[in-house]
């Protein structure tokens, strides 16, 4: 039906994506049969989650195993992987749910400018409360109380909202690029 429909054009990513204690391959193509992975697929969605390099280094590649028990990880690691995985699916909608926020400032930028890189052919739904990440967005929505109260660019909603303003640190905006 049409809400099937739509659950396949969209990938979600969490603010700390889960990983199973398997291979990378596995971990990139969740769900797809082993027969199933298309590898070239594979290595396209860790590529552009800029982590293609890293895997390449690894003694077995795609078949490395990364979990609780395997391989150590960084946190901008495991959520490229995360990254990733939507990606695999290739999504016409990519959300991204504070999907930065518990990273080093360093690890968030990075994961932030290869976010950016994504938009051409898809829509990128960034959720975030950091400034930063705000400013680079196409278009705000400013939410409060689960309630949109603007929208627009990120000077507009200084302007336009001093709620926006005012609350900034504290605020959730919801950016669509």
Same mark, same amino acid.
Request: a negative charge; one cysteine or more.
């Given at each position: 039906?049409?809400?099937?429909?739509?659950?396949?054009?969209?990938?979600?990513?969490?603010?700390?994506?889960?990983?199973?204690?398997?291979?990378?391959?596995?971990?990139?193509?969740?769900?797809?049969?082993?027969?199933?992975?298309?590898?070239?697929?594979?290595?396209?969605?860790?590529?552009?989650?800029?982590? &293609?390099?890293?895997?390449?280094?690894?003694?077995?590649?795609?078949?490395?195993?990364? &979990?609780?028990?395997?391989?150590?990880?960084?946190?901008?690691?495991?959520?490229?992987?995360?990254?990733?995985?939507?990606?695999?699916?290739?999504?016409?909608?990519?959300?991204?749910?504070?999907?930065?926020?518990?990273?080093?400032?360093?690890?968030?930028?990075?994961?932030?400018?290869?976010?950016?890189?994504?938009? &051409?052919?898809?829509?990128?739904?960034?959720?975030?409360?950091?400034?930063?990440?705000?400013?680079?967005?196409?278009?705000?929505?400013?939410?409060?109380?689960?309630?949109?109260?603007?929208?627009?660019?990120?000077?507009?909603?200084?302007?336009?909202?001093?709620g926006f303003a005012a609350l900034l640190?504290?605020?959730?905006?919801?950016?669509?690029?």
């Amino acid at each position: 039906g049409p809400i099937e429909d739509w659950r396949h054009c969209v990938s979600y990513v969490p603010q700390s994506g889960f990983l199973l204690d398997d291979s990378i391959r596995r971990n990139v193509a969740f769900g797809v049969g082993d027969a199933d992975i298309d590898e070239a697929k594979v290595w396209c969605a860790l590529d552009t989650a800029r982590l &293609g390099d890293f895997v390449r280094r690894l003694p077995a590649q795609l078949d490395e195993a990364v &979990g609780e028990r395997r391989i150590r990880i960084s946190g901008g690691q495991r959520q490229r992987i995360a990254i990733a995985r939507a990606l695999y699916r290739e999504p016409d909608v990519l959300i991204l749910d504070e999907a930065t926020s518990s990273l080093d400032v360093q690890t968030e930028v990075e994961i932030a400018d290869m976010v950016l890189s994504l938009r &051409g052919g898809r829509t990128v739904i960034v959720i975030a409360h950091r400034q930063d990440t705000m400013r680079r967005c196409d278009r705000l929505f400013f939410l409060a109380e689960g309630v949109v109260r603007a929208q627009g660019s990120f000077e507009e909603l200084m302007v336009a909202d001093a709620g926006f303003a005012a609350l900034l640190g504290g605020s959730r905006g919801v950016c669509e690029q």
